[in-house]
């Protein structure tokens, strides 16, 4: 039905940068909030950031000032730019949308895509 695929995770050196990408395809009639969250293997899961579908945007205070979310309405994807990347950010990244399709309106999630900061 609906399905939301991640990419762009990688192996990057503190201070890098990286942009993940998620787009969502399927039966889509409109998709409102799109999120990224990420997870440490022993952790709970953390919420990173979430933009509006008019695109006003939130960001946890950990990530603030250093990651951007933006998304393009015609394409169905979210992105996320992350600049001065810390070995704290290392996580598994999952992209989230409260999605549309005309029969019910639910929450879907990526499979996640590895980001690791390391060296």
């Known amino acids: 039905q609906v399905q939301l695929v991640e990419s762009g995770g990688d192996l990057v050196q503190p201070g890098g940068s990286l942009r993940l990408s998620c787009e969502a395809s399927?039966?889509?009639?409109?998709?409102?909030?799109m999120s990224w969250c990420r997870q440490v293997p022993g952790k709970e899961r953390e919420w990173v950031t979430t933009?509006?579908?008019?695109?006003?945007?939130n960001y946890a205070a950990s990530v603030k000032g250093r990651f951007t979310v933006s998304r393009d309405n015609a394409k169905n994807t979210v992105y996320l730019q992350m600049n001065s990347l810390k070995p704290e950010d290392t996580a598994v990244y999952y992209c989230?949308?409260?999605?549309?399709?005309?029969?019910?309106?639910?929450?879907?999630w990526g499979q996640g895509t590895q980001v690791t900061v390391s060296s």
């Open positions: 399927g039966s889509i009639v409109m998709i409102n909030d």
């Open positions: 933009v509006t579908s008019s695109g006003n945007t």
């Open positions: 989230n949308a409260d999605i549309w399709t005309g029969v019910a309106r639910s929450n879907y």
